[in-house]
Structure formats: structure tokens, C-alpha cells
């Protein structure tokens, strides 16, 4: 997983000074955020099915090597194959290493973060084989050779006239003059050039939302029907998943059905929710003749009996970052991660390392949002302290802030130091602010006051001082 | 069959969760949880009269985009023919194998293409399916002979019956129905189909037509004399 979050804070700075970044992160709150509000609303069994969904995780990671097996037993017994990847490199080739025991040229993908996650477009690439996103955001994003700055709206940081220059340049075979400026005429050319692609496609690859113990079922929930075109019509379907994504029986997977597309785009219901099992029957008249389904460790086992242990629950609805004000201010790619915001922040350390993650745990005001809208209930805030800790413990934090917070500590725990301490601050701020009563300027506090100004203290004294005072009268 | 990634990943997991292989009573238990699965929170909207369930069904079905029509068991292939004509569609039709389906060129108004799969270019796709969900107005269609997948998915204008007596509460009971038709396990492929295809990729805009079909018109067969079309 290649990361690059320390160099979170550089990012972000740039990130903040796009004009154009800001405006396509506004829509989140009358998109995302506000159809999430109603659809939550509108059904009194959410808090009861976000308890049940917390169980329900917790009990099957609890046994998950039963179900893993279980899983793999079903999937056999309906004619599908189960692969086992410890890492991201025994992913891609075992994904490579089917493609070319059926000649396969052409690839086409659903929407997969685990695919972004072990770099499969690349690997593929690299080795003759050409993958081709087919939904729509994921598509953009390949044209453009980014990576997607959210993980279920990939392409949210991307202008609607940077689509149809990308458009322009990729699609040659179409008139240059073609009117492209409607969000309409975009859809319309990708919907054309794409079903081209799925009709001759050797290999399809999905991702998958659920994986089912009862039935050997992988489960895709999407909108647009790419998925479902890029499964159903190559005569591979090839499934890239991990081992935390299992549940145990069908009505286990209703909980987390009734719970995602309300917190991701607040649809009661996503268009096609589709369980996939085996290949197709002998007497199916479509469908694939091959099913395999790779299932991806990636650091998720290590996780298991941890403080971070919960977030294995997560569905990946991304109602945590279109909630988290730090997304909201800097976009998905400042995060140097493909999983970013306050998810991405807690899983990148785990699945990569801390060291690579370094930053991330601290992009985050610990405001909480998060938590409280997380259907799977993940205490996001928590287990970002955690890792927050970890970086201390492990002396990743830069020696300056190291002695600061000593400083601190010490003088914390001495009352009288500490209220003389900050008395004599606060009158050296007053002075320095002069009239202005602001600072724009603080010697080793720059990195603070770069993008704000910091208020001189009100007259009066420290807060101690004068709840002193007021004690008294 | 020993597989060193496969045992590296179960070991693994074990050795976080600081146990060994779980007890085999352990896993009995487990195993008869997999075996009788119990539904854990059904909300209201799943529950109500067989008349209420159907009306919901075509409120929430509405909702989500798709059209509906009620009609009587005679009527299905006029219907499909006047939705057709009112959509400015081509009238011939590639139609699933499914022998509920059979007559539905009877009246003249329709051209069966093909039975079965349907080729890239065909425009309108007709299917039946297994059941109809009240919860959230959405279409259970299960793949077969009778019932080829990409029909759901090809065409640009997809037409779905469904019969009155189909129509259930919610996901629970959508499991039951699919149980009793496939004791041995599901079919390759179940949909889940609520509304046509969309995306919301271009700065956030909803659009419909997306690569799935761009219209879902269900044609309700009202069948159930305790749930009479109002
Ligand atoms: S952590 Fe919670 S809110 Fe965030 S993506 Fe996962 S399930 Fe959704």
C-alpha cells in the first residue's frame, strides 16, 4: 500500500488555498450529508440496527477463522474458487495468475478499494494486462491518473469541465466539436465507450461489501449497474476482497444492507444489491463460467484483540468523512492514503505502518462527528487517541513537541508554577498584542499562527484567577 | 490440502485473538446458527396488512424512480405495450423463458424478439420476478433458465412483472421466498433491484441511466384478492 501522509501538512496547506477543491467539497453538505439526515430520520429502528450491527460484527470477528472456513467451504461447494492472500503482492498475482490462465486481455473492474488498496491497476499494467474502471467516478480518476480522493464518490474533487477535457482527450473517435458541458452528455459518451468494454471484456473483477458464511456469497452494492455488467458478462468473474468483510447468514447481511446506503448516500436502498454465487449453473443461460474469490489479510488479522480492533466493523459507507470538518477543509488526496478521513486516518497506520501514516492521527479535531454518525458505532475519536499515544510511546513525535508537552506535565502538576506561569503568559501576550489585540505572529507557536491569528487573553487575569475572584463575593 | 497462505491467515487470527482452533463445541453451536438464521431488527416497514404491504410497495418503488402500473392478470401484455408506446420505446421486446410470460404477445401490440438472453443492442428487456419488497419498493429477481441476469441489465428500458401475491414485507421475508424456491443454496446471481440505474459522479448531480438500464417500469398483477388495486 503505498502511502504518503507525511506529507499530510504540506498537502493540506494547498489543499485549503484550491479554490476549486472547496467548492466540489461544499456539495457534500447538501448531498451527502443532508440526504444521510432524512433517510436516518425516517426510520425509528436505526439506533436498534446500529446495536445490532455492532453485535452482530463483533461476535463473527470474534470466530472469524469459523467463518472464514465456512465461507470458503460454500464457495467450493457451489463451483467457486477461494484464494488466500496474506499481502498485497499475493493478491495481485494471484489475480494475475488467473488472467493469464484464461488468455485475458482486457479487464474490466467495479468499484474495489480493496483493488486501490493493493495497487491492482498498476500491477496489471505492469504485466500486459489492461484494467479499465467502469463506474463512472473510478473511470474519471483512471483517465486522469489520480487516485480517488473518497471512497464512494472517487471522482468528488473533479470539475465537471475537467471531466470533458479528459473526456476529449481519451475518447478520439468521437467529433472534437461535440457539445460536452451537461453532466448528461459526459454520462451518455462514458455509457457508450464503456459498454463496449464490457461486451469484450475476457475478465471481469468486483469488489465485494459483504461476504456470506451461510451461502458462499459475495455481496456488491452499487448504483449505476457496472458492477453487475462487469460480473455477468466476461466468463471470469474474479471477486478481490478481505477477510473482514464476512457475516454469517442472509439475515446477518440485512442489518448491514439497511444500515449502508442510508449512511452513504441516503437511499433506503441502493439500486442493485447483488449476491453472487459460484459460476453460472449448467442450465443458466448467462452469467460467468468461472467464480474466484481472493481474500486479503493486508495487517487485518493484527488488528484482531487490539485497541483498534473495531474498526474491522467498518462497512465503508463514508458517513464518518462526510461529516469529519478536517475532509471537509482539505479534500481526500491531502491524506496521502486511499482511504482517507477519519476511517482512513485509523485504518492507514494498521494496514501500512505508523511511521508511514505519521500525521494522520493528529488530522483530526477529536470533534467526534464521526463516531456519532458511524452505523457500525466505531470509536473512531478513540482509537485515533490511541494511535496518537502509540506515535508518543514510540518517539515519533518531533523532540520539540516532545519537550513541550514535558514542560507542560510538569508544570501541570505543580498548581502554584503552573498559575504563575500562565498569569505571567497571559500579561506577556496582552503586551505583545498591543491595541490590535490579536497576534499574527507567536514565537514557536508559527506553525499555529501561519493560518490564523491567536486572540491576546481578555483582561482580568487567567480563568483561575478570576474564578478566584468570583468565589469570594 | 495444506495452503501456507491460508494457514498463515487463520493462524494469524488466532494468535491475535490469543486462542487456539476453537473447540469443537464451539463450533457446533456456531455452525447451528448458520443453519437457523434468525432475523435480528425488522423494522415497521417490513410489517402490515397484505393491502398495506402492496401499496407501500408502490410508494417506496415510486420513490425510488421506477414507474408502476396496477393490473388485472389479463392485462399484462397491453400494459407493457401502451408504457411502451407512451415512452416513445420500440415495441419489440426481448422476454424472459419464464412460462408466466408466455402470452404476452397475445394481443398484437408486442414483437417477441427473443426468449432468454438478451443481445447487447436489444432496447427493452421484460422479466418476472420472484418477489416484490414493501420495505423499500424494490424487486427480487433470481437468476435461471427463466430468468437470465443480464436481462436485468442490458437494456435500456427494463420492464419487470410482478404479482400482487409476490409482494412481501421486507428482506426477511425476501430470504424466506428464496429459501423455499432454492433449498439447496441461491442461484448464481440475485438482484436486489430498486429504481433504474443512476450516479451521482459528476459533481454530485443525480442522473438516471447510468449503465444499467435508464427506465424500470413494473407492471403489478393485481392477483391478491386481499390486496385490491384502490
Ligand atoms: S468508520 Fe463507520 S462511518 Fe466511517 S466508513 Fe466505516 S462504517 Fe462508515
Known amino acids: 500500500m503505498h502511502v504518503t501522509s507525511r506529507q499530510f501538512k504540506d498537502n493540506a496547506r494547498g489543499a485549503v488555498a484550491d479554490a476549486n477543491l472547496r467548492q466540489s467539497l461544499a456539495t457534500m453538505k447538501t448531498g451527502f450529508r443532508a440526504k444521510r439526515g432524512v433517510a436516518v430520520a425516517a426510520l425509528p429502528e436505526f439506533e436498534a440496527l446500529r446495536e445490532a450491527g455492532k453485535a452482530m460484527k463483533d461476535h463473527t470477528l470474534a470466530h472469524l477463522d469459523h467463518y472464514l472456513e465456512r465461507f470458503e467451504e460454500k464457495v467450493t461447494a457451489s463451483g467457486g474458487h477461494v484464494h488466500w492472500a496474506p499481502d498485497a503482492d ?170 449502508l446506503a442510508r449512511s452513504a448516500t441516503g437511499q433506503p436502498m441502493s439500486t442493485y444489491t447483488t449476491f453472487s454465487t459460484g459460476p453460472r449453473r449448467p442450465e443458466d443461460p448467462d452469467g460467468p463460467e468461472h467464480f474466484h474469490v481472493v481474500l486479503l489479510d493486508n495487517g487485518r488479522s493484527r488488528m484482531l484483540g487490539t485497541q483498534v480492533q473495531d474498526v474491522l466493523r467498518c462497512i465503508r459507507c463514508a458517513a464518518c468523512i462526510n461529516h469529519c470538518p478536517i475532509y471537509g477543509a482539505v479534500g481526500g488526496h491531502a491524506y496521502g492514503s486511499v482511504y482517507p478521513g477519519p476511517i482512513g486516518s485509523v485504518l492507514t497506520p494498521g494496514l501500512a505502518s505508523l511511521e508511514e501514516a505519521a500525521n494522520l492521527p493528529n488530522a483530526s479535531t477529536l470533534c467526534g462527528r464521526c463516531e456519532a454518525v458511524c452505523p457500525m458505532k466505531i470509536p473512531l475519536p478513540r482509537m485515533l487517541r490511541h494511535w496518537r499515544e502509540e506515535e508518543f510511546a514510540r518517539h515519533l513525535v518531533p523532540a520539540r513537541a516532545r519537550w513541550g508537552l514535558r514542560l507542560w506535565a510538569f508544570t501541570a502538576r505543580r498548581p502554584a508554577l503552573y498559575r504563575f506561569g500562565t498569569g505571567l503568559a497571559a500579561r506577556a501576550l496582552r503586551l505583545l498584542g498591543g491595541r490590535r489585540g490579536r497576534l499574527a505572529r507567536l514565537p514557536l507557536a508559527g506553525g499555529w499562527t501561519r493560518v490564523r491569528d491567536l486572540p491576546v487573553p481578555e483582561p482580568g487575569g487567567t480563568f483561575m484567577a478570576r474564578y478566584k475572584r468570583r468565589e469570594t463575593h | 490440502m495444506t495452503d501456507p497462505a491460508r494457514d498463515s491467515i487463520l493462524n494469524g487470527i488466532r494468535a491475535a485473538l490469543r486462542r487456539g482452533p476453537l473447540p469443537a463445541e464451539t463450533r457446533a453451536a456456531l455452525d447451528r446458527g448458520l443453519a437457523a438464521p434468525a432475523p435480528a431488527v425488522v423494522p415497521a416497514i417490513a410489517r402490515g396488512s397484505r393491502a398495506a404491504l402492496v401499496a407501500r410497495f408502490v410508494v417506496n418503488a415510486e420513490a425510488a424512480a421506477a414507474t408502476v402500473a396496477r393490473v388485472a392478470p389479463a392485462a399484462v401484455g397491453p400494459a407493457v405495450a401502451a408504457y411502451l408506446r407512451d415512452h416513445n420505446q420500440p415495441t419489440r421486446v426481448a422476454v424472459a423463458a419464464d412460462a408466466r410470460l408466455d402470452g404476452l404477445a397475445d394481443s398484437g401490440l408486442l414483437t417477441v424478439e427473443r426468449r432468454g438472453t438478451p443481445a447487447g443492442d436489444d432496447a427493452v428487456g421484460v422479466g ?78 443525480l442522473q438516471l441511466g447510468a449503465h444499467g438500464p435508464r427506465r424500470l417500469h413494473i407492471v403489478l398483477v393485481d392477483d391478491d384478492p386481499d390486496a385490491p388495486a384502490a
Open chain 1, 90 to 259: 499475493a493478491a495481485c498475482r494471484t489475480v494475475l495468475d488467473i488472467c493469464r490462465r484464461h488468455n485475458a486481455r482486457l479487464v474490466t473492474k467495479g468499484k474495489s478499494m480493496v483493488a486501490e488498496e493493493i495497487e491492482l491497476n498498476a500491477f496489471l499494467q505492469k504485466n500486459g494486462i489492461e484494467p479499465v474502471e467502469t463506474d463512472l467516478g473510478e473511470y474519471i480518476i483512471q483517465l486522469r491518473h489520480e487516485l480517488p480522493s473518497h471512497i464512494i464518490a472517487p471522482a468528488i474533487h473533479v470539475r465537471k469541465d475537467q471531466v470533458a477535457d479528459s473526456f476529449r482527450d481519451t475518447h478520439t473517435q468521437f467529433p472534437a466539436d461535440r457539445p460536452l458541458e451537461e453532466p448528461r452528455d459526459l454520462l451518455d459518451e462514458a455509457r457508450t465507450v464503456l459498454r463496449d468494454r464490457f461486451l469484450t471484456a475476457d475478465v471481469g473483477i468486483t469488489g465485494a461489501n459483504m461476504l456470506i458464511a451461510e451461502t458462499g456469497s459475495t455481496v456488491i452494492v452499487t448504483n449505476e449497474g457496472n458492477g453487475d455488467l462487469t460480473q455477468l458478462l466476461p466468463r471470469v468473474h474474479i471477486v478481490v476482497t478481505s477477510i473482514d468483510k464476512v457475516v454469517p447468514t442472509l439475515e446477518d447481511s440485512s442489518i448491514v444492507l439497511r444500515l
Open chain 2, 128 to 205: 418476472h420476478a420472484l418477489a416484490g419488497l414493501a420495505e423499500t419498493g424494490t424487486l427480487l429477481m433470481a437468476s435461471g433458465p427463466d430468468s437470465p441476469s443480464t436481462l436485468n441489465m442490458l437494456p435500456d428500458t427494463h420492464i419487470v412483472v410482478v404479482r400482487a401475491r409476490d409482494v412481501v414485507g421486507g428482506l426477511e421475508d425476501g430470504w424466506a421466498r428464496l429459501r423455499t424456491a432454492h433449498p439447496d443454496g441461491p442461484p448464481r446471481t440475485v438482484h436486489f433491484i430498486t429504481g433504474p440505474s443512476r450516479t451521482g459522479d459528476i459533481e454530485q448531480t
